[in-house]
């Protein structure tokens, strides 16, 4: 690995920017109902539905004041990607200060709705503690007073960021995946992966220790960090192995954003014992194709396309190709 040692200069360093584990999806601030009650009035509580089984189990999701759509759409506040889930499975409706505040309601799924056990039919009043069954998935209906937010929110990080970074971790990463990849093959959406690992860490932890490596990881992180928004997912899969998940983005959106990455990679300088080091990074880009049968096809191509790198020279970007 290169080595200038030289120091970071202003417009090298790169912001580090607070990711949501599931953009758009999770702790949204325009999520939360809030209303002001009269003077000496408690404010109206913020409710919430935590997942307890399921794929999506740990995750918090803030119900807006109206109609949250629960199932497989794209479009659902509640995304569930899952067979035994329907395209529009179910809905809580939100009525701050109304007679029923909470109500929940099955939209003509296949496999029904389930409030406390029991199958719905038609709309029922629920309240917090109630259980709202889909499928394999229950959600437990929440009032979240700053003490319990902060409790599920703390849960929440501890299982699915990973701690070095604070980007998503493997599980959830993945998990993320598989649930855009779904989306991707049922409503015709693009999906761009890029894969990204750091070059020559092994020389980097024999040389300088590993708390220089645990620095260097930390700075990419927060290049990816800075690199992603809205439904984007930066995440750490495994030792110096990074995925960025795209939605909507093609090839050369895909290849442009790869390009920035390694570009700011290799223009940062990352403290270690006795000066500077800069550690570049090898990138792999991938676009789902029809032919994709499972998302684990797609990453591969990233993965092919990442070590082609490697073989290449390093620090560079390649794309997957469905020949290679």
């Known amino acids: 690995m290169t080595d200038p040692r030289k120091p970071v200069r202003p417009e ?3 912001r580090t920017v607070a990711v949501p584990l599931t953009q758009g999806w999770l702790d949204d601030p325009t999520l939360t109902v809030a209303r002001d009650g009269a003077e000496g009035e408690a404010p109206a509580p913020t409710y919430a539905l935590v997942a307890y089984a399921g794929s999506a189990l740990g995750r918090v999701y803030n119900l807006v004041p109206g109609r949250n759509l629960m199932g497989r759409s794209a479009d659902a506040h509640v995304p569930l990607v899952d067979g035994e889930v329907s395209r529009l499975h179910a809905q809580v409706i939100v009525t701050p200060g109304g007679a029923n505040e909470l109500l929940v309601e099955d939209l003509g799924s296949t496999n029904g709705t389930r409030l406390n056990g029991v199958r719905l039919s038609g709309k029922r009043g629920c309240a917090p503690g109630d259980r709202i069954g889909l499928g394999g998935h229950v959600f437990k209906v929440v009032a979240l007073d700053p003490l319990e937010r902060a409790f599920h929110e703390s849960l929440q990080d501890m299982s699915m960021r990973d701690p070095l970074t604070g980007l998503a971790n493997r599980r959830n990463t993945l998990a993320v995946l598989e649930e855009r990849f779904t989306l991707g093959r ?3 959406q693009i999906l761009s992966v890029v894969a990204l690992d750091v070059d020559h860490f092994k020389g ?10 645990d620095e260097v990881l930390r700075g990419i992180g927060r290049i990816l960090a800075a690199s992603v928004s809205g439904h984007e997912i930066a995440g750490r899969i495994g030792g110096e192995e ?5 939605p909507g983005a093609g ?6 954003r790869a390009e920035q990455v390694r570009a700011a990679a290799e223009a940062t300088s990352h403290p270690v014992p006795g000066g500077g080091l800069v550690a570049t990074c090898s990138l792999g880009v991938a ?10 096809d797609l990453l591969g191509r990233a993965d092919r396309a990442l070590y082609q790198a490697k073989r290449e020279g390093r620090n560079c970007v390649r794309v997957g190709t469905l020949e290679g």
């Open 12 to 14: 090298d360093a790169m």
């Open 186 to 188: 049922e409503a015709g």
């Open 204 to 213: 980097v932890n024999d040389t300088y220790g590993h708390p220089a490596g």
């Open 242 to 246: 990074f995925l960025l998940l795209l």
């Open 251 to 256: 090839l050369q959106q895909a290849m442009a």
């Open 287 to 296: 676009v789902f194709e029809p032919e994709d049968e499972t998302a684990g």
